[in-house]
């Protein structure tokens, strides 16, 4: 009875523990619940949705597409970062399309989503097929065959779960997005575009307006030498005000960064030049008083001698191939330093005249094995019927064309021959095929679970090929080097309280600083500094703050880095003292043009020539000029359209006047105008406002970009490399 008392005395109090308690058994990890009511471990969201799995499969998707189309294993942290951009932007547009189609009562259903793949698979067998699956097809029919690539194609689903083939795979989703996306982008733009209406009174405005002129025309940079004397002078009051005014011209689109880089190389000091070449010399000496190489190799521990002959087009190195093939055989090649990147040394001790290549063609007589249970023969049925077949192709060499059919591997039935360089080519086998192939028989080979019969068809023209030995020593920095360098980073890392101070010592220590402006948080480059993935990743960190120093960080075993963030900036309006420098230069900008303006009618009131004042400013001019109004800037002899709306305000004189736009000044005499003459039912003058309005590529960016102001679009990608 006591303890119910007490339970009844506190029951509040464990009622609330108790709860606590079930809650915490219920969902296990808070964290989980944070991640429930935040974007905490969020990467992108649009419009509300989440879709950081999605990012992560089509990211993978480009990847493997990308590494197909560039025939690359691996990529650059560049290219990872335009696969990055790729995806999101796809991903961003296609979630808008979607969303504005089902507006309209467009869905693509299952089956409009199948129609298409059969369309992709389809236009493999046209005269245009789709470029990307083009490539994809031709990659894999390379380890394969045409008629195996076009069944995985065919049936990629089937291999959805096979993980040896998933790259092939996840290129095959990416180029199926890619075909779905334009489908949806023509659906929806054509819709978009075929509801614009051009009424008759615009059409009219157009055919009044669109008079053409003939001119006379000088442009004047503002920038030209002739101006250098007019020096515009702006306040900080007129800085101000014009950025309270129009500060919704300066947007950031997105976060980022404004991050300082410390570099330090990772470079050999004079101490350690010095001893690299001692021991190169010291080396040599011993090589050159060695009995032979092998001895050599074997008391220096420098492995098997390379027994292959190379002709003087497979040394890389300019200036070793004349130390090679531009002396005698058995000659010595004293160490030489090549490009401050290594020292080399080595002997030729071999010459020969050999054909670069030779033209085979093979069978295979596959057996039984672990590994291939699907042959019918046994090792001594395939051994007994390679020797069957070697006399046949002896007594008739033609007759391996049409034994091929049926000892192919795999292979195509038109690959009859093809053709194998000396190098790099397994030297016993090339050896052996220049052996038989010159006594007109064919070779014979014992590969695992296989004999091969090769019969040389031809060969090309002996040429001289050398054996050689060469011994590389890099160039690099010791470690006691590397380790004072990296003391001097972890010195400036600590030495630094702000990104002022950090700039401050590290130029009185002499240590290069690359600036990085605008730094956005999916780059791998700081400035001109590549591959600062590393860097980016800790400035976008949640925990660094402006003024931050990193640790110390080594680059690609090249640079040891240490950055200090030196401004964040939010994605929105920017603030202020972000923005006054451009607000300043433009004001200058606008200043010299307007101080330029009134120089040159000052001096034209002088002359009243043209051909005069573009000669004293050394500005290009031209007479008898044709400008339209309603032209684009080129049809009109590049001048600005804000000049134009001007130009055609003037009256026809040939007295020349002054006229500005927004970067240049022009001088213009405009010789007579032209009026235009409105088409039959104004259909020029709509096609003229289609053009100028809703031009194909212009209008599809203008719509996409307006989808993408009025979306609710939280990017914050950064979170793929902090996992």
Request: net charge neutral; aromatic share 10%.
């Amino acid at each position: 009875m006591a303890a119910i008392g007490a339970i009844r005395k506190h029951g509040v109090f464990l009622l609330v523990i108790i709860g606590v308690a079930l809650l915490a058994f219920l969902l296990g990890d808070m964290t989980k619940v944070v991640d429930m009511f935040s974007d905490r471990n969020t990467m992108v969201k649009i419009n509300g949705t989440k879709f950081n799995d999605e990012y992560q499969k089509q990211f993978q998707q480009n990847l493997a597409l990308w590494k197909v189309i560039y025939d690359k294993s691996s990529l650059e942290e560049t290219e990872n970062y335009q696969v990055h951009e790729m995806t999101w932007q796809q991903l961003l547009e296609n979630q808008l399309l979607d969303q504005e189609l089902k507006k309209l009562g467009l869905l693509f259903s299952k089956d409009m989503i199948s129609s298409s793949n059969e369309e992709l698979i389809a236009s493999l067998n046209t005269q245009q097929p789709n470029q990307l699956l083009y490539k994809l097809f031709t990659t894999i029919a390379q380890t394969s065959s045409p008629e195996i690539a076009y069944g995985f194609l065919a049936n990629i689903e089937e291999y959805k779960d096979q993980q040896n083939v998933s790259d092939y795979y996840d290129a095959y989703k990416a180029i199926e997005r890619f075909h779905i996306a334009d489908k949806k982008r023509m659906y929806y733009y054509a819709m978009v575009q075929g509801a614009q209406n051009f009424s008759d009174v615009m059409a009219q405005k157009i055919a009044t307006d669109n008079k053409g002129a003939l001119v006379e025309l000088a442009v004047i940079n503002p920038n030209m030498p002739a101006f250098s004397s007019l020096i515009p002078n702006v306040t900080d009051k007129e800085i101000k005000a014009y950025y309270k005014e129009h500060k919704n011209r300066y947007k950031y689109t997105e976060n980022m960064r404004d991050i300082d880089v410390a570099v330090l190389p990772i470079a050999p000091s004079n101490a350690d030049l010095k001893e690299i070449e001692d021991t190169v010399r010291a080396q040599y000496a011993r090589f050159a008083a060695a009995a032979s190489i092998a001895d050599f190799n074997k008391a220096e521990m420098k492995g098997a001698v390379d027994s292959t002959y190379y002709k003087r087009e497979d040394i890389s190195l300019t200036e070793l191939d004349s130390l090679i093939f531009d002396v005698p055989v058995g000659s010595y090649i004293e160490p030489f330093k090549y490009e401050n990147r290594a020292w080399y040394y080595g002997k030729v001790f071999g010459s020969a005249l050999r054909p670069d290549s030779l033209q085979i063609s093979y069978l295979v007589i596959d057996y039984k094995t672990k590994q291939n249970q699907q042959s019918q023969r046994t090792k001594k049925q395939a051994r007994h019927e390679a020797d069957s077949l070697k006399n046949v192709i002896i007594a008739n060499p033609n007759a391996i064309f049409a034994l091929l059919p049926g000892y192919l591997a795999g292979r195509n039935a038109n690959d009859s021959t093809e053709w194998v360089s000396d190098y790099p080519a397994i030297r016993t086998l090339y050896d052996s095929l220049l052996k038989y192939g010159a006594q007109g028989k064919p070779y014979v080979q014992e590969n695992r679970g296989t004999f091969v019969i090769f019969q040389v068809r031809q060969a090309t023209r002996p040429i001289e090929k050398r054996m050689f030995a060469i011994y590389p020593t890099e160039i690099k920095a010791s470690e006691n080097t590397v380790n004072e360098i990296q003391a001097a980073a972890n010195q400036l890392a600590a030495s630094s309280t702000s990104a002022a101070q950090f700039l401050e010592v590290a130029n009185q220590n002499g240590i290069q600083i690359v600036r990085g402006d605008n730094v956005t948080s999916m780059s791998a480059v700081v400035g001109q500094f590549p591959n600062c993935r590393e860097i980016v990743t800790w400035a976008f960190s949640d925990n660094t703050k402006k003024d931050d120093i990193s640790d110390v960080m080594k680059i690609e075993g090249q640079y040891f880095a240490v950055a200090a963030l030196r401004n964040i900036k939010t994605k929105g309006t920017a603030d202020f003292k972000d923005i006054s420098g451009i607000i300043e230069a433009e004001l200058k900008a606008e200043k010299k043009l307007e101080m330029v303006e009134n120089q040159v009618k000052e001096d034209l009131a002088k002359t009243n020539s043209i051909s005069a004042l573009a000669e004293k400013y050394s500005a290009p001019s031209r007479d008898s000029i044709r400008l339209g109004f309603a032209l684009d800037v080129y049809q009109n002899a590049q001048v600005e359209n804000s000049a134009i709306g001007k130009i055609f305000a003037m009256q026809a004189s040939n007295a020349p006047q002054v006229v500005s736009g927004h970067n240049n000044v022009y001088l213009v005499a405009i010789h007579n105008f032209e009026e235009s003459q409105p088409s039959p039912g104004y259909t020029y003058e709509k096609m003229m406002l289609q053009n100028i309005i809703g031009g194909r590529n212009r209008n599809e960016a203008t719509i996409m970009e307006g989808l993408k102001e009025k979306a609710d679009i939280f990017d914050n990608r950064c979170r793929f490399y902090q996992k």
